[in-house]
Each structure stands twice: as structure tokens, then as C-alpha cells.
């Protein structure tokens, strides 16, 4: 095991495979048939701020392995914190003994060799920021400073902060897979209010990249996030009814990450989902694709293999709005009599499309097209059912009237049945953005129902 150099982590990635396969040579001795194991460090510090003080500190750094043994089709897990040869034999022991008590399952196992990844292509996911907590708060009062200069009607702050977080891992099983990687995520935000009166609203904005030099400077972040909530001042309630809708880009994710869960194995073979034997199913218009590609170099959801070691690949998830597959680990994948798609721990770089999006279709001529309706810059709640598809939110954003902006607002409802609202996907805007794996820009839907006053 050795201690790295220049990083922020006390092993290099040939320690943790030592030790990974370590617990695989223990759980084989003490009799288990199959095993896997991951161990992973972490290393990250968070500082925040509000109102041009300092509030928050935090430094995190830990280490931890995990063993999963089988006998037979009983599987037992078992993680420790201590990575002393003494406390993993531990580990494989408890592992071993909740595995002796468990029901044999008989979808249960390790992946077959023929799925693991050919290769493991270098993805450039590692970018570690060697800051110290002095300058991430300078950073962090820097963007709160920006936001409250905007306007004298930025009064308050709920704060800004700066997050750095380094991670690596390595994953290996009895069948012949090994492989990690380190990987880094780095963001900062800020969340002004404004008041006029008695009158307050908030808004907030981030920037996150893995590269610390891709992030956004602090003064744009807090500009921009003042200049949200100063738009957000005068909000009113409108009356029931029934109207297009904008989803704006970085809610519009939000839908497709129901629409992830609802093709993910876990709730096909409960049969909990409302898109059950939706593969080959038209469930968008046909201008609508959406790709996938674990493979863009230094993207959020990227990475040459899952989390049970099984090979990725880009594919296209639906294509002229049909359904071509879904989202299954090794497990689901049995449950169901398929095979894995490579998503043990979620989707890859989701990318939203439409073949009648051109480069002048920004959020402002969305508006226009849409002439008459509702601009949702904001939901509240969890009203999303995954097996009826019914949704219903608290929702904010603007009216809009014969193609422009009136009025912000709020206190309303909007709902409707995902099923009604992907196949009522009208016009994808082209101001895409990426919000964790998932990419798309604004989107507009024929109608939903806006319960107001």
C-alpha cells in the first residue's frame, strides 16, 4: 500500500487495488464461492458564507471497503472504515455470516466475465484543486459580494458557498474484473433575496465542473442569480386553467430523470412504472431523441465501465421518439430476462433533443412560440407518482401574453400525466444546458392544467 504524492488522497490507485483484492482472497479462504469487493477514498472542503461573513468550515477525509461474498445464491455485504488487514477480515466474517442467514436468491451473483469492458478508456474525470479554505471563502464572498450589488433591492443573502470534493475507488470480483479511477467535482453558488416592501423573493445559481477552471467566475454566478431574484419581485397568482407550459432548461432534466426511473429496471420488474413494455413504444413525438454517451471526456456522467464492472456504451435511448432500451444492472437484468445494459449507479450523459431545433431557437423565441402560457422557472414538492406518471407541483415562473414576459408568478399548481406530456412535447429550445447527467434545453409542452386563484 502506498502513500500518494501531490494529491489529495493518502493511497495511489495500486494501494487500493491491493487491498481490494486482499478481501477477495480473504472471502475466497474463509469459503465463500464468489465475492467482490470496493474500496474508495475521499477527500473534499466546503466553506460557506452569508452576508460578507464567514459561517462554515468543513474538511472530510475517509477511507472504506466494502466485500459482498456469496455462497451459493446467498449473499452477504459488509463495509469498514478501518482498512487494517485485522478489521477486513472482520468485515469478510460478518459478510460470510449475514450471507449463512439469508435466503438463497436465485437472480443473485456476480456479472459473467463476457460483460466486462474490453478496454477502459482514460475519460480525463480527475482535476484535483489545490485551494486552501482561505481562498474558497474569498471565492464564496466574492459571488455573494456580486449578487448584492446588483440592486439596493438585494437586502439579504441566504449565503453563497464553494465545494471541493475528490474521490477515487477500486472495484474488483472473483470472475476476473478489476478496475478504478480517481475523479473530482468542484462547485459554487450563491442564493440572494431580494425585497421590495414587504415583498421577498430568493433565487439561486450554481456553476459545477469537474476542472476547477471551467467554473464560472463568482462575480457572473452572483450577477446572475441577483438578477433572478430581482425578476422574481411583484409575483401574483393567475387563474385556473389550462395553457402551454415552458419548462425551463434546468427543470427540464427533471423530467427526464423521471423518465430514467421509470425505464429502470428496479420498477420494470415490480411492476411499478408507468412506461411497463415501453421499449418500441413511440412515447415522445418523432422529433424527439435522446442519446447517451458514457464516454464524453471529463463530463459528469461519464465513465469507462459501471458500478458491478459491466462495459458501458453510447447508445440512443429513444429514437424518433420510440423507446430502444433501458436502464439494467445485472440483477434487474435477470429479474427480467435480459440483458444488462450497464447502469448499475444510473444513466450516463443524457442528452434531450429535437430534429426541429435550429440555433436561433432560444428560450426568448420559445416564448414566443408559445404565444400564451406559463414559463416555470421553479417546482416544489415531490407530487411525481412513478407508477401512474400523474404530476402535480407547486410551481413559480412568469405569464406570459402574446409572446412576452407580463408578470412573475406564484402560488400556483401545474399538472398533468407524464405520458400526456412527453407525447405533448412540442419544441425543444436550443439553450441547452447540462444539470448533473442530463442535458436539454427549455422545453415546451402543449398544455398543462394551472391550478391558480
Known amino acids: ?56 468550515i468543513e474538511q472530510t477525509r475517509d477511507r472504506s471497503a466494502g466485500v459482498s461474498v456469496y455462497k451459493g445464491l446467498r449473499r452477504g455485504h459488509a463495509t469498514t472504515s478501518d482498512l487494517s488487514d485485522q478489521a477486513l477480515q472482520a468485515a469478510v466474517r460478518r459478510a460470510l455470516d449475514i450471507a449463512s442467514h439469508t435466503a438463497e436468491d436465485p437472480f443473485s451473483g456476480l456479472p459473467e466475465a463476457k460483460y466486462q469492458p474490453k478496454s477502459k478508456p482514460n475519460l480525463d474525470l480527475f482535476h484535483p484543486w489545490s485551494i486552501r479554505a482561505d481562498q474558497a471563502s474569498d471565492l464564496a464572498l466574492r459571488a455573494e459580494a456580486a449578487a448584492r450589488a446588483v440592486s439596493p433591492l438585494i437586502q439579504n443573502s441566504e449565503g453563497a458557498s464553494v465545494s471541493v470534493s475528490h474521490g477515487q475507488f477500486f472495484n474488483a470480483n472473483t470472475r476476473g474484473f478489476a478496475g478504478g479511477y480517481p475523479y473530482s467535482r468542484h462547485w459554487l453558488s450563491v442564493a440572494p433575496i431580494a425585497q421590495r416592501g414587504q415583498a421577498m423573493q430568493r433565487d439561486d445559481w450554481y456553476t459545477t465542473s469537474r476542472k476547477p477552471s471551467e467554473l464560472a467566475s463568482p462575480e457572473a454566478v452572483g450577477q446572475y442569480a441577483a438578477r433572478r431574484a430581482l425578476s422574481r419581485l411583484g409575483a401574483k397568482k393567475i387563474p385556473t386553467g389550462q395553457w402551454p407550459v415552458i419548462f425551463e432548461a434546468p427543470l427540464a432534466v427533471g423530467l427526464m430523470g423521471s423518465l430514467v426511473h421509470a425505464l429502470s429496471g428496479s420498477a420494470l420488474y415490480r411492476r411499478a412504472s408507468f412506461l411497463l413494455d415501453a421499449k418500441g413504444q413511440a412515447i415522445f413525438p418523432e422529433h ?40 439494467l444492472s445485472m440483477y434487474t437484468a435477470r429479474k427480467l430476462q435480459m440483458e444488462p445494459t450497464g447502469h448499475a449507479g444510473g444513466a450516463h450523459n443524457l442528452r434531450l433533443t429535437s430534429r426541429k431545433t435550429r440555433p436561433t431557437d432560444t428560450l426568448d423565441r420559445l416564448i414566443k412560440t408559445m404565444h400564451k402560457g406559463l414559463l416555470v422557472t421553479e417546482v416544489m414538492g415531490q407530487g411525481v407518482n412513478g407508477l401512474t406518471g400523474d404530476y402535480s407541483r407547486g410551481a413559480f415562473g412568469y405569464w406570459v401574453e402574446n409572446g412576452e414576459v407580463v408578470h412573475p408568478v406564484e402560488e400556483v399548481t401545474i399538472a398533468g400525466n407524464l405520458k400526456d406530456m412527453y407525447a405533448g412535447l412540442v419544441a425543444v429550445g436550443s439553450d441547452e444546458m ?15 392544467t394551472i391550478a391558480g386563484s
Open 1 to 56: 500500500m502506498t502513500k500518494t504524492k501531490q494529491t489529495p488522497f493518502y493511497y495511489d490507485q495500486p494501494g487500493l487495488a491491493e487491498i481490494a483484492h486482499k478481501l477477495l482472497a480473504m472471502a475466497q479462504a474463509h469459503g465463500a464461492t464468489d465475492a467482490s469487493s470496493e474500496v474508495s477514498e475521499h477527500a473534499g472542503l466546503s466553506v460557506s458564507v452569508r452576508m460578507g461573513s464567514l459561517e462554515t
Open 288 to 327: 424527439i431523441d435522446i442519446h447517451e454517451d458514457p464516454f464524453i471526456p471529463g463530463a459528469a456522467g461519464s465513465a469507462p465501465f459501471d458500478d458491478e464492472g459491466i462495459a458501458v456504451q453510447a447508445r440512443q435511448l429513444v429514437q424518433a421518439g420510440v423507446v430502444q432500451g433501458y436502464f
Open 434 to 448: 447540462t444539470r448533473g447527467t442530463k442535458t436539454t434545453g427549455s422545453i415546451l409542452l402543449d398544455r398543462m
